[in-house]
């Protein structure tokens, strides 16, 4: 089966920095995902993770650790737009089916 | 272009009503997916269509039939539904139905059951 754990919720100042936590146990990974949903929106792609290390995308960065079964989605210089939910999502070894987890709603404050 | 088109935004209907949601992508994807949301939640996948052909039901009751015309285009037959499937039904498409392929999701239509 899949188990995907992120933190409910999260606030952060304008202008800071913010490090989304996502933790996966899973039966099959081919990759980890994250997306950005603002509120009755569509989720957006954000990044793709498949190998170990950081990939660095302007100001969001995600990281993934196979054998902890970790990643981390960071956000820099943080907008009041960035506020919204981020879903971390993992691709298992059905072919089409990526798990989601609960979402992490942050809130950024000025 | 990286656009999936959903109609219609919204969609109030009654438990007897027959209705359609309809999902459309030019991206040349061969890959397309129906999503049920509900508030505060993540999506839940419903469908998977990979080269027209349906590829995963993950065990969604008969009420919801899909069909995908061709491969630009993707359907949601709704029939008989249940005020609890009120929902935001997202359509989402690929590159292919591979496992890292990225899903482009459409804005949704959200349905009310009355």
């Known amino acids: 089966g899949q188990n995907i754990d992120q933190p409910t919720e999260m606030t952060a100042t304008e202008g800071a920095i913010v490090q989304i936590n996502c933790t996966y146990q899973t039966s099959g990974f081919n990759g980890l995902f994250w997306y950005q949903q603002h509120a009755g929106e569509a989720p957006t792609f954000l990044s793709y993770?498949?190998?170990?290390g950081l990939e660095e995308k302007g100001r969001f960065s995600s990281f993934l650790s196979r054998s902890k079964g970790y990643s981390y989605l960071l956000l820099k210089e943080l907008q009041m737009k960035d506020s919204a939910s981020y879903l971390c999502?993992?691709?298992?070894?059905?072919?089409?089916?990526?798990?989601f987890g609960d979402g992490t709603t942050l809130t950024v404050k000025p | 272009d990286t656009e999936v088109t959903q109609t219609p935004k919204h969609l109030v209907m009654g438990m007897t009503n027959k209705k359609s949601l309809k999902c459309e992508q030019h991206?040349?994807?061969?890959?397309m997916y129906w999503y049920k949301q509900k508030a505060k939640k993540p999506p839940e996948l419903m469908f998977v269509y990979s080269y027209e052909k349906l590829s995963i039901n993950e065990s969604v009751p008969s009420r919801f039939s899909p069909e995908c015309p061709n491969s630009s285009l993707l359907n949601l037959h709704l029939h008989a539904l249940q005020p609890e499937d009120s929902a935001l039904y997202l359509c989402a498409s690929s590159r292919t139905s591979g496992e890292a392929d990225t899903q482009y999701f459409g804005p949704g239509t959200r349905l009310t059951v009355l």
């Open positions: 991206m040349g994807h061969r890959a």
């Open positions: 993770n498949v190998l170990d």
């Open positions: 999502a993992v691709s298992g070894t059905n072919a089409g089916k990526s798990t």
